[in-house]
């Protein structure tokens, strides 16, 4: 039975009004990557990334599920064969549109963690500098996220369904961070699709690409997905 690896980026939940990073007025052209996304940047200023994820995490509770998000929870739940979610996103949007067992390769916004024992909480709806942590102690408690220079989450789970995919789609994302970017290289034996906006920096290494907002194609290509069978 064919086995359908999905990887999104923030191009997905753009039309539920969370930001993305690379477009015009993303959120890469009002901050530094370095200053808010490094660990770098979190010893020199806490406060500083504290409150970007803080404003992040207070948008992606209000932020609702568009048709994208929803049409991929219906394809898991349609699909007689695996359907894998990997994400960059740190929303939950996928979540909340009904998805299941989402692999969030940069952590959470809803993640809390301490940078000196490890244990993982839920974070607060602001969290503050110096905050504790509930099982050391410390006051090192940090956004669950994965910064620029640390290792992705889940790669091993991923680099084996990726292996196994019989169809690999990357939906709204701009293929220009790694290790996501070469997911598409990883899926050798499969059918691979790119839904986006406009071509991304991976698009020659895709068989079939689909552009156009993620609310329109993604559906659209759900249904043609489904129908096939
Ligand atoms: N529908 C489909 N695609 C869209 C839409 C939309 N409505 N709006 C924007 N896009 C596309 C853009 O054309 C772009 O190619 O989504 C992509 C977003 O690219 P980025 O902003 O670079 O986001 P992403 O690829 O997810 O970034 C990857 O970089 O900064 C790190 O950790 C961060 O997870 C992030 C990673």
């Known amino acids: 039975m064919q086995k359908?690896?999905?990887l999104?980026?923030?191009g997905i939940s753009a039309e539920s009004g969370l930001g993305t990073f690379r477009d015009e007025g993303g959120l890469w052209s009002q901050h530094r990557i370095e200053?808010?996304?490094t660990p770098e940047g979190f010893a020199r200023d806490p406060a500083l990334v504290q409150g970007?994820?803080?404003a992040r995490r207070a948008?992606?509770?209000d932020a609702r599920p568009n048709p994208a998000h929803e049409a991929l929870a219906r394809l898991q739940r349609d699909w007689p064969g695996e359907v894998v979610i990997v994400t960059q996103n740190v929303?939950?949007?996928h979540e909340k549109g009904g998805a299941r067992d989402v692999l969030h390769m940069h952590g959470t916004l809803a993640g809390a963690l301490c940078g000196a024992c490890g244990h993982r909480w839920s974070a607060p709806a602001e969290m503050a500098v110096g905050e504790t942590c509930p099982e050391c102690n410390a006051p090192r408690a940090r956004p669950d996220v994965v910064w620029f220079g640390e290792m992705p989450y889940h790669m091993d789970e991923i680099f084996a369904h990726l292996?196994?995919?019989t169809l690999f789609a990357a939906i709204g994302t701009s293929g220009q961070v790694y290790p996501a970017a070469a997911f598409v290289?990883?899926?050798?034996?499969?059918h691979r699709v790119e839904l986006n906006l406009e071509p991304s920096a991976a698009v020659s290494r895709f068989d079939e690409t689909r552009f156009g907002p993620a609310s329109r194609t993604v559906p659209d290509w759900v249904e043609e997905v489904l129908a096939r069978g």
Do not use: K, M
């Open 4 to 6: 359908i690896v999905i």
């Open 8 to 10: 999104t980026g923030a």
């Open 35 to 37: 200053d808010v996304a």
């Open 52 to 54: 970007f994820y803080n």
């Open 59 to 61: 948008q992606a509770v």
């Open 91 to 93: 929303d939950d949007l």
């Open 163 to 165: 292996q196994e995919a």
């Open 185 to 190: 290289e990883e899926a050798v034996g499969a």
